[in-house]
């Protein structure tokens, strides 16, 4: 129910007034009676603020993006026209309009280069554009104003490992412990970069500093295990990392890179054992699901890896390659893919030509190299839809599996001839490439890849395809 505006009588009782409605949550009202105030004492630039930061909370947003233009273009102080910046920023962001707070951030730092909080917010919306230049040129500007907050170091840090600027993060990290010698984060971030450095010695002893500061730091667990690691000491780096899980015993991180570790040494029950800590924890990572199926199919105990990658595939939607592998365990047990199919179709609860129960065949097949029956598949789904660029492309990985490679180039340049952002064409033609020993041209796609924009495990895929191992 609408309040009725009080009468205002001097400026004192108008605010008195605005910090009541305030109180009780009702930002319309307030944001009425500040431009009422405003237009009684026109020289009080309070008022207009207050109309701004309170059309804000309204929610109303194309009004408040104008208050605080109002507010910038009349005379003001410094601080009310801060203010002002982070309203019409905040309102900006709220329409999704995240370039245009950008482009005002920018120029309220300009306008006002000693503020830290428009420092900091330039910062931080650069971070949220992945502009990592900014962020770094943002936040030490904030740091060098305001070297007493922590946060804004971290902000720093967290520009310069973005992008990649490892010396100057071990020296920016350096700085901030010697401020914050109490810090456990802080100490991490210079363990990281450390070891980024190539460092690994040093690394562990940062991170050894940070954990007697914050004994619960998982991060810092895993840099002494990188650290050991990178220093060929992988025995001594799965003690390590056994000892961090006794420490942390309910961290899914900690607990996935021990299967992990434990499997590339082909301490596969091991293996089976972190995983399977791991994915009782609702946070687990993807690749402790599919790493414990995987880990389970090569001991070759299949029924444990069927109940997983059905749980997984059930419970963890956002895993992608679940459906294939439990498809895949399907298969192993003997079943062939039409039978397999109709179980898939089955545990799903969908039509057994759905396309989630085709894809996840398709994939299994090709795990399996059974490469004939995946491309009969696959020339079907074709017919059906001849232009859908995903199943050429899988149709093309199919034809590399056979080793057509020329015939699956050509398929690939064919489908990014009509789809030139399409990315998952643009791996599978750096694939082919590479194995005909093209690297020139792969590294050209891949670098494509990287412009268009493709995920970091895309990328990583691709990484590990062309130089054999993840950088």
Wanted: proline share 4%; with cysteine; glycine share 6%.
């Amino acid at each position: 129910m609408a309040t009725a505006l009080p009468e205002l009588e001097n400026p004192v009782q108008a605010k008195a007034a605005l910090a009541q409605l305030a109180q009780a949550r009702q930002f319309q009202e307030a944001a009425s009676l500040a431009a009422k105030a405003a237009a009684l004492w026109p020289d009080d630039a309070d008022f207009r603020g207050e109309r701004a930061k309170h059309l804000l909370a309204a929610g109303a947003l194309l009004e408040a993006e104008a208050a605080a233009r109002e507010v910038l273009l009349a005379e003001a102080s410094d601080a009310q026209k801060e203010a002002a910046w982070i309203i019409l920023a905040d309102a900006l962001i709220r329409q999704e309009r995240a370039a245009d707070a950008r482009e005002a951030l920018r120029e309220a730092c300009f306008a006002l280069p000693g503020s830290v909080a428009l420092q900091a917010r330039r910062g931080h919306q650069a971070a949220q554009a992945g502009d990592y230049p900014e962020v770094i040129d943002a936040y030490q500007a904030a740091r060098d104003l305001a070297p007493e907050r922590e946060a804004l170091h971290l902000g720093l840090l967290n520009g310069l490992w973005m992008a990649k600027r490892y010396a100057l993060g071990t020296a920016a990290a350096a700085r901030a412990v010697e401020q914050f010698p109490e810090s456990a984060a802080l100490r991490q971030q210079q363990a990281s970069f450390l070891l980024a450095e190539g460092r690994a010695a040093e690394a562990a002893a940062a991170a050894r500093s940070a954990l007697t500061k914050d004994p619960s730091l998982s991060a810092s667990y895993w840099t002494i295990v990188s650290a050991l690691w990178a220093a060929d000491r992988q025995n001594e780096a799965l003690r390590e990392l056994i000892k961090a899980c006794e420490h942390l015993p309910g961290d899914a991180f900690l607990l996935m890179q021990l299967g992990r570790t434990a499997r590339i040494l082909s301490q596969h029950e091991l293996a089976v054992r972190g995983y399977e800590l791991a994915v009782t924890r609702p946070d687990a990572p993807e690749i402790a699901w599919t790493g414990l199926v995987q880990t389970l199919i090569e001991l070759d105990r299949l029924p444990p890896a069927f109940e997983y990658a059905k749980k997984g595939a059930l419970g963890r939607s956002d895993i992608s390659e679940m459906p294939s592998l439990l498809a895949e365990v399907i298969l192993r047990q003997g079943a062939d893919w039409e039978s397999a199919s109709l179980s898939l179709a089955d545990i799903f609860g969908l039509p057994v030509e759905a396309a989630p129960i085709q894809d996840a065949i398709i994939g299994a097949l090709m795990r399996l190299d059974r490469w004939p029956e995946a491309l009969g598949l696959l020339e079907g789904l074709i017919a059906q839809a001849p232009r859908e660029p995903a199943i050429s492309v899988k149709y093309a990985q199919a034809l590399i599996g056979t080793g057509a490679l020329v015939k699956a180039e050509e398929l690939l340049e064919a489908i990014l001839a009509s789809n030139p952002d399409f990315i998952p064409a643009w791996q599978g033609l750096c694939d082919t490439l590479r194995r005909q020993k093209r690297i020139k041209e792969a590294l050209v796609a891949y670098r494509r890849m990287e412009a268009l924009g493709a995920s970091q495990k895309f990328l990583k895929e691709t990484r590990y395809n062309l130089f054999g191992e993840y950088e």
